[in-house]
């Protein structure tokens, strides 16, 4: 379990323009945001501090994300 004062995070599901536009906003809330992404060269996967590398049906991969 986070410690209590820890930031709150929010996984995203695709690593496209809505996940890059969410992420300067979630930064300025101090919301850790990470995104779950086919390609680590999709847009949102350069702007935010952390990739999952997987695909939206992969259960695994949407586990990596939750963690």
């Not at 850790?32 to 695994?60: F, K, M, T, Y």
């Amino acid at each position: 379990m986070p410690p209590a004062n820890a930031a709150p995070r929010v996984g995203m599901v695709g690593g496209g323009q809505l996940s890059r536009m969410t992420a300067a906003p979630a930064a300025a809330l101090g919301v850790d945001l990470r995104i779950l992404a086919l390609e680590p060269d999709e847009s949102a996967a350069q702007v935010v501090s952390e990739v999952i590398l997987g695909r939206h049906d992969d259960l695994d991969a949407l586990r990596r994300l939750a963690a």
